[in-house]
């Protein structure tokens, strides 16, 4: 039972289009909505966050758009370059524990900007 | 700018052997977890740390074990390692408190059991 879902295992856009990233869930006690990107042999960093009391949430090129009503979220790259391509995770929590509790992750996104 | 150090980055084992995993962060996060990435798949919770001396279950936990006897270190334990437990492990630590407090990942271990 996936409670986050990428249903897009890869994405291929050309460089300087625009990136569109989508996530689904199902728990809606999540309230806390995070990207990571991912290369290879390295550990996920953490990209952008939104928290379920935002709609949308920008960070230079990167910006988060939640839609609560569908339990949907997209991230936009624009312009997409080149060092963007990687494995992009959507990642999801609830903060009614404390902020403690772990992430749970959908299964990726592999994005590739060809040139 | 060491942040979460992961030790070893390798490792083979055979079926049955035990081994330690060790998490180090120095960034004096309260919070510390162990993940493991399968092929295919997402990052699923293996355990978690909310404090020093303290751990919890996550999604996955059977076969592992854990401790946390620093606040730094979080170490992760096979103590007879399975095929099944081939996977690349990730540790993962964040600061106490409420609001948006994203996780930092190490670079994770590669552990292949035979």
């Known amino acids: 039972d996936q409670q986050v879902k990428q249903n897009s295992p890869s994405l291929s856009v050309q460089e300087g289009r625009i990136s569109i990233l989508n996530c689904d869930y199902t728990n809606s006690m999540f309230d806390y909505f995070l990207w990571y990107k991912k290369y290879p042999a390295e550990g996920p960093t953490f990209l952008i966050s939104i928290s379920s009391i935002k709609d949308k949430n920008e960070d230079g090129r990167f910006t988060v758009f939640l839609n609560k009503s569908a339990k949907h979220l997209s991230l936009h790259i624009v312009p997409s370059q080149p060092g963007d391509s990687a494995v992009y995770f959507c990642a999801a929590t609830s903060y009614s524990g404390g902020g403690a509790d772990g992430l749970t992750f959908g299964k990726g996104t592999h994005l590739i900007i060809q040139p | 700018n060491a942040g979460v150090t992961q030790t070893p980055k390798f490792r083979v084992l055979k079926t049955g052997q035990s081994m330690t995993l060790l998490c180090a962060q120095d960034?004096?996060?309260?919070?510390m977890y162990w993940y493991r990435q399968d092929p295919g798949m997402g990052l699923r919770l293996i355990h978690y740390?909310?404090?020093?001396?303290?751990?919890a279950k996550g999604e996955v936990p059977d076969g592992y074990n854990v401790s946390r006897l620093k606040k730094q270190n979080f170490l992760l334990g096979l103590e007879s390692a399975a095929p099944s437990q081939t996977s690349v492990y990730f540790c993962a630590s964040s600061p106490r408190g409420h609001g948006n407090q994203p996780q930092h990942f190490g670079d994770g271990t590669r552990l292949s059991i035979l």
């Open positions: 740390s909310v404090g020093e001396g303290t751990t």
């Open positions: 960034m004096n996060h309260e919070y």
